[in-house]
């Protein structure tokens, strides 16, 4: 079973149908894929911070059973661990949302197995995911990629927290997420629950930067991420094009290679809205 970890609200669901749907075309392997979805209702601080509904999840599950029946979904609520380790803390107004802080509650999900791979859902595979999958973690917390900006501007091997492939089993016994929700309670941290993971770590195996590609997309790229990034062009300026945003991809990107994955997603988008 290859495990994959997504966390959100209700408005991450395009992103994980995209992601998933990347995942499920680009691989090989028969065997079955099990999408853990960690989510929570925090509708208190923000109107749009409900969780991802069983419609929801409903509609998932039967997209990736058509590629195997065996494949699963499982819906994670983790609002009762949120309210109890972080409501009011000095990270709760993170850079995104809150919804970034749930992953750090993967240690104390019992569900969650020995080695799961966490991702971002603005993110596409271009590649089997068994390339970065199999990766022997054995000894390791964690393998990450580096960030395109932070290795140049903070550390040579500071990483991109967006694609992380978690041994749970090194990670319960070393206490590498213990340690991250105390910094999330007690510092207010620039990158929040990225800043926290990176300064807890005791030993990350470093991934080339082809298993998590924050700017380019080259025929190597297992992992395309779809992150915010610098412009040049035509004036020096930041964009955040998201991969469901498919007519900007083609436009901004020049990218047409995921276009068997995004019109499936438009596709299967507007038959779920049709039937609301």
Same mark, same amino acid.
């Given at each position: 079973?290859?495990?994959?970890?997504?966390?959100?609200?209700?408005?991450?669901?395009?992103?994980?149908?995209?992601?998933?749907?990347?995942?499920?075309?680009?691989?090989?392997?028969?065997?079955?894929?099990?999408?853990?979805?960690?989510?929570? +209702?925090?509708?208190?601080?923000?109107?749009? /911070?409900?969780?991802?509904? @069983?419609?929801?999840?409903?509609? =998932?599950?039967?997209?990736?059973?058509?590629?195997?029946?065996?494949?699963?979904?499982?819906?994670?609520?983790?609002?009762?661990?949120?309210?109890?380790?972080?409501?009011?803390?000095?990270?709760?107004?993170?850079?995104?949302?809150?919804y970034t802080l749930i992953r750090l509650f993967a240690d104390k999900v019992s569900e969650i197995p020995d080695k799961i791979l966490y991702l971002d859902v603005d993110i596409m595979f271009n590649r089997d995911i068994s390339l970065?999958? +199999?990766?022997?973690?054995?000894?390791?917390? /964690?393998?990450?990629?580096? @960030?395109?900006?932070?290795?140049? =501007?903070?550390?040579?091997?500071?990483?991109?927290a967006g694609v992380l492939l978690l041994n749970m089993k090194e990670i319960r016994k070393s206490g590498l997420l213990a340690r991250a929700r105390e910094l999330i309670k007690t510092k207010k941290l620039t990158f929040a629950d990225q800043s926290a993971i990176i300064r807890s770590t005791t030993k990350k195996k470093m991934l080339p930067q082809r298993f998590n590609d924050q700017k380019f997309l080259h025929s190597h790229t297992v992992v395309r991420h779809f992150s915010k990034r610098l412009f040049w062009l035509p004036y020096p300026h930041t964009d955040n094009v998201k991969q469901w945003q498919v007519s900007r991809v083609h436009k901004i990107f020049g990218y047409y290679c995921f276009d068997d994955i995004l019109y499936e997603y438009i596709y299967l988008i507007k038959r779920y809205q049709k039937e609301d």
């Open positions: 079973m290859t495990n994959i970890l997504f966390c959100g609200n209700s408005g991450v669901f395009d992103g994980v149908i995209c992601c998933a749907l990347s995942i499920l075309k680009r691989t090989a392997s028969k065997e079955p894929f099990c999408f853990y979805l960690f989510t929570m +209702d925090v509708s208190h601080l923000k109107e749009s /911070y409900t969780p991802i509904d @069983d419609r929801q999840v409903a509609f =998932l599950r039967e997209i990736v059973r058509e590629y195997n029946p065996e494949n699963r979904v499982i819906k994670v609520d983790v609002t009762e661990l949120y309210m109890n380790e972080f409501s009011g803390c000095p990270n709760e107004g993170a850079y995104c949302s809150p970065l999958y +199999d990766t022997d973690v054995e000894g390791y917390e /964690y393998a990450a990629a580096r @960030d395109h900006y932070g290795k140049y =501007l903070i550390s040579p091997n500071y990483i991109n």
